[in-house]
């Protein structure tokens, strides 16, 4: 636990400042009213009303997302056989590859039905 | 079952040495952890300074050289002028989600730094024969630590675009976090060679494990992809889509305005030193001093409080790189960013990793050749070319398949060309216009 | 009561409360931010009794991960600033019932499995990411592979979602 402390200690004074920062900007700034500055910035113009139920987005950023939570998860699988990897040798290189392989075989396959083009 | 395969003593593995961190009383904690919070908001200013000018010499301007000695102050003059500025808040925001944002986007910028070691274990002035690690902490699992802190970041930026109850910030922020998700596991795959040959997860150790050769050197590869992953994941020049002013204005923090606005821009800076940092420590040595200067008069320069000179130099040309990056390099398109991140960074980190545990089991199996080493290299290579070249190639193809006529009233407005199309006088008939182009090409 | 013990109370109540917090607030995005709490919480919680690769995981994959998927579905439909009235809890009774059996299922599970082990903070780290690494790759191989085919299907059911069956991308 004492190696978490110091962590403690500077996440504590980080959000202190950001937090003085922000009740300072209060604070010290004019205040001016003006009706059309408490609007959404439009470049201008009245700004567009947002959709009732919200808009059409791209189903993109979902797939996007989806995609980061398996490499992800990837990931943190492959940090501790990387750090025991001295220990195990060739049957845990065979045991990633098969891993890393069936991981692809999804990844070639979202590849494949164009889950990776923006367009 | 293939438990009974392993007897569970084998598990209890030696840990790494970490037991001179969490060992210094609380006014050194609080010392070093002041110390850690100063550096970086001075470094911040130092570096916007800094990029002003640099850029400004690229495109042969002189920059900011009014206030302080070189224009020195002109960062905290700006920051001051911002601090004096209306703090506005949009009526269709979300009050408190609106206010927490920055908060969220600027400590976990300052987080990560807590496990980045600075030098090596020193003597503490002004007291007898104290000494203490120029590091405010260190843990087994201090690399995953800064990951996961970072990944905490992208709440500010998500939030923040949402919050604001603006179209343009809503989606600047999702298209920043889309973006800085994406880079981010080409980063995280982008270590796991590194782990493997440390055979730590803590900085400390990881910069021991760099005594004779820098991982830099021997694991090129994974040294390229995290620096390019590392200027995707900051949202940096040439992948700062998040702020095209042409399409989004200011991405997500179009509305903020004030101090908050100041925050945002100080967790951006922060997070170029972090990522700058933690490249240095697990690829550049750390805070070792570079090689012929380490052999000076029995490493000398690897003492005391030298190293925190090594290491900031070296911050500093990560930094200066990210400055030349945006002075030399035009903005990506995004489905092009899109498109290198998941289709070139990640195969070719995953088969980067199994090259290299394969080599690693090689040399640890013992008595293996060194042509051996060589020749696995060269199919590395030539895979990495093979990746690299024919995907484009395929889209190259692709784009042609889809070449059409060019039409320079398509829609009944006028448009111009695309950089491949060749623009035609509109008297020409469609016929003659696709034989001059075949002549043209031919 | 030692300081461990006081930590461990005061992050099971904050990850309870917040959690009560997710299902009663009318903004949705306010409840997904709840939820990141509720999940901190418990990774303070792994923290505390020394499973520590697991508490940075925790953060990684659920807080930096999968609530980040939940925001972006929430703002990518609907999710307006402001509270929305119509989120109300029509099958509040019910709900509550499965959430108690829920609660009642795995805490005897808990209570059966590790009733009376007691965890020795101070000795040798046994949740380092070399032990956790040495026990996945050496003990639970297959439960392991399997994983992969589990991630294999949550991505085609995610294509096969978005993009519909039978037509091939890129037309």
């Known amino acids: 636990m004492e190696l978490y402390m110091p962590v403690v200690a500077l996440g504590i004074i980080a959000t202190g400042f950001a937090v003085f920062s922000i009740v300072m900007s209060a604070v010290v700034g004019p205040k001016r009213y003006n009706r059309a ?53 060739v049957f845990g290189l065979v045991e990633m590859i098969l891993f890393i392989l069936t991981v692809f075989v999804a990844y070639a396959y979202v590849w494949r039905r164009g889950g990776l083009e923006w367009d | 079952m293939t438990s009974s395969l392993v007897s569970q003593g084998d598990l209890v593995l030696a840990a790494e040495d970490l037991s001179m961190f969490g060992q210094d009383p609380w006014w050194l904690v609080v010392i070093k952890a002041v110390l850690i919070f100063l550096v970086l908001v001075l470094l911040t200013l130092f570096n916007i300074w800094f990029e002003r000018r640099v850029v400004a010499r690229m495109q042969h301007r002189i920059g900011p ?21 209306e703090d506005i808040i949009p009526k269709a925001a979300d009050k408190a989600v609106f206010l927490l944002a920055p908060v969220l986007s600027v400590v976990p910028a300052f987080l990560a730094f807590a496990v ?38 992208i709440y500010g930026i998500v939030l923040g675009g949402w919050s604001s109850g603006s179209t343009y910030s809503l989606l600047g ?26 055979g ?55 509305e903020y305005s004030s101090l908050k606005f100041a925050l945002f821009f100080l967790a951006e800076y922060v997070n170029m030193t972090t990522v700058s940092a933690l490249a240095t420590t697990l690829f550049l040595g750390g805070w070792r001093a570079p090689w012929p200067l380490s052999a000076v008069n029995d490493g000398m320069f690897n003492e005391g409080y030298w190293p925190v000179l090594w290491f900031l130099s070296k911050i500093l040309l990560f930094i200066f790189f990210f400055i030349w990056l945006r002075g030399t390099l035009p903005r990506l398109r995004y489905d092009q960013f899109m498109a290198f991140g998941w289709k070139r960074l990640i195969p070719v980190s995953l088969a980067w990793i199994v090259a290299v545990a394969t080599i690693r089991s090689l040399s640890l199996d013992g008595g293996f050749d060194r042509t ?28 042609e398949a889809e070449e059409r006529p060019f039409d320079a009233f398509a829609g009944g407005y006028p448009v111009p060309p695309m950089p491949h199309q060749v623009a035609q006088a509109r008297s020409q008939s469609p016929t003659v216009a696709s034989s001059t182009a075949s002549e043209g090409s031919a | 009561m030692t300081v ?52 940075w995981v925790q953060i990684l994959i659920y807080v930096g991960a999968v609530v980040v998927l939940l925001l972006f579905a929430l703002m990518l439909t609907k999710a307006p600033t402001g509270p929305q009235p119509d989120l109300d809890a029509r099958r509040a009774l019910p709900a509550v019932a499965v959430a108690g059996l829920v609660l009642a299922v795995l805490g005897t599970t808990v209570v059966a499995g590790f009733h009376g082990v007691e965890l020795d903070l101070d000795g040798a780290v046994v949740g380092s990411a070399q032990t956790t690494g040495a026990t996945i790759f050496q003990q639970w191989v297959l439960p392991f592979e399997v994983l992969s085919v589990l991630l294999l299907a949550a991505l085609v059911g995610a294509i096969v979602l978005s993009r519909g069956t039978g037509r091939r991308g890129g037309e």
């Open chain 1, 37 to 89: 500055k408490l609007d959404s910035y439009e470049c201008g113009i009245e700004p567009t009303p947002q959709p009732v139920g919200g808009g059409r987005f791209p189903v993109k950023y979902y797939i996007t997302a989806m995609l980061f939570i398996v490499f992800d998860i990837e990931i943190i699988f492959l940090y501790p056989w990387a750090v025991a990897f001295d220990n195990m040798a």
């Open chain 2, 65 to 85: 050289n009014v206030h302080g000695p070189f224009g020195l102050l002109q960062s905290l003059a700006d920051g001051v002028k911002l601090a004096l500025k």
């Open chain 2, 116 to 153: 980045i070691p600075f030098g090596p274990v020193v003597d503490v002035p002004f007291t007898d024969d104290m000494t203490t690690p120029l590091q405010l902490t260190d843990m087994p699992v201090a690399v995953l630590f800064v990951l996961a802190v970072a990944s905490i970041g």
């Open chain 2, 173 to 198: 922020g999702l298209r920043s976090s889309a973006q800085m998700i994406s880079y981010e596991v080409a980063m995280g795959l982008a270590l796991v060679a590194v782990f493997l040959y440390a």
């Open chain 2, 200 to 254: 730590s997860m803590s900085t400390s150790a990881i910069v021991d494990a760099q005594e004779r050769i820098w991982f830099g050197l021997i694991l090129i590869p994974s040294f390229v992809i995290y620096v390019i992953a590392m200027v995707g994941e900051t949202n940096r020049a040439p992948f700062d889509l998040p702020e095209a002013e042409g399409e989004l204005v200011g991405g997500f923090h179009t």
């Open chain 2, 372 to 399: 051996y080493l060589l020749g696995a290299l060269g199919v590395v290579a030539v895979l990495f070319l093979v990746l690299f070249f024919l995907g484009g190639e395929e889209e190259e193809e692709q784009a």
């Open chain 3, 4 to 55: 461990v013990e006081v930590l461990f109370l005061l992050l099971g109540l904050v990850a309870a409360g917040s959690a009560l917090l997710v299902v009663t607030t009318r903004t949705m995005v306010h409840a997904a931010l709840w939820l990141v709490v509720t999940l901190g919480a418990v990774a303070g919680i792994f923290l505390l009794l020394a499973a520590e690769f697991v508490a």
